[in-house]
Structures are given as C-alpha cells and as structure tokens.
C-alpha cells in the first residue's frame, strides 16, 4: 500500500505496483489553491471521474474546528495496460475513533472517498470506493511513513511516479490528540 492519505493523525497507505507508464503530476494540477472537497466538520463524497483513480491527497487539520480535517484529492487515469474499468463499488465503512486497516477488495484500486464527521468523538467515519480494471494488476503492497508525521500537522502527498497505486490504508486514532496518522 503506498499511500493514501485519509483520515487525520496516523496514516498508513498500501500501494500496488503496476505498468511501468509514467506520468509527471504537478502539484499545482492539485488543489493548492486551497479547494477542498469538505468544510469542518462536515461529511463529503469524493469520486475520481471514471476510468482514474486516486494519486495525490492533501489535508489540513484545526482544532478549532472540532479537531477536523479538510481534505483535497488528485486523479489520473490509469493506463491501458490495465485494461478497461469493470465495476466499481463502496467498501465497509471504517467506524470513528478506531484503528483500522483496510484495502480495496478483489484487486481493486481506490478511486474515490466518503466521510462524515462525528461530533461526539471528534472524528470521522471512512468509506473507500475501489474500482477494478480487466486485466489483474500486479503489485506487491507496502505501507508508507506515516501521514502526517505528528498529530495536527497538515499532509500532502503525491505519487509521482505512474505505475504505483493507492489500494488502502492503515489508521490509528489518538483521543488525546483527536487526530489520525494514516
């Protein structure tokens, strides 16, 4: 898993190995106008245009706003050598303030985000939307460092080389902090 940058404090992502097309991806094709698909506290649904998949996510988080997060996602289209899009579908979701780890079912890749926030444990819910393509990607999964670094601190992060996929992530939640390192 290589990278995935969901929730808030301790992120881990899976990523998976793929064609070996590459593709530059510049940061200023992602969000750094400040866009986000979410206010504070509330809940978003995130879907990348069909036939691309998740590359590049970005969150900054404030306690002031009920310790929340705002989140920004990049897509790109997947090359041909993984064929053509079959299905696409909603993950379990991912209860609030737990750890979890979850990848993308039946060699799925992710290509979009729900969440809803939760006022009483000051934390998000997560749903991934994984989409498989007709021929079987090959990949050996890993989990990145960990986004972000410290509780609170804002995340940005970007797969540049294209080949290599986002397929789920690992979370922990702090009660302390309020935050999620994914």
Known sequence: MLLLQLS???PLVSAAWGQQ?????????????????NLFRQGFNF??????????????????????RQWNYACMPTPHGLGELTECWWEEINRAGTEWYQTCS??????GFQSQYFEAVLDREWQFYCCRYSRRCQYACWLTQEYPGHYGEDVDM????????IRGAQTTFSGVERDRQW
């Not at 097309?21 to 698909?37: E, F, I, L, P, R």
């Not at 039946?106 to 290509?111: C, I, Q, T």
């Not at 797969?159 to 996929?165: D, H, N, P, T, V």
């Open 47 to 68: 879907q990348c245009p069909h036939g691309q998949v998740v590359v590049a996510v970005r969150s900054a988080f404030s306690k002031k706003e009920g310790s929340d």
């Open 8 to 10: 808030l404090l301790a």
């Open 158 to 165: 970007v797969l540049y080389s294209y080949g290599y996929y």
């Open 21 to 37: 097309d590459y593709y530059y991806y510049s940061h200023q094709d992602y969000g750094q106008d400040d866009q986000w698909v």
């Open 106 to 111: 039946n060699n799925g890749l992710v290509a």
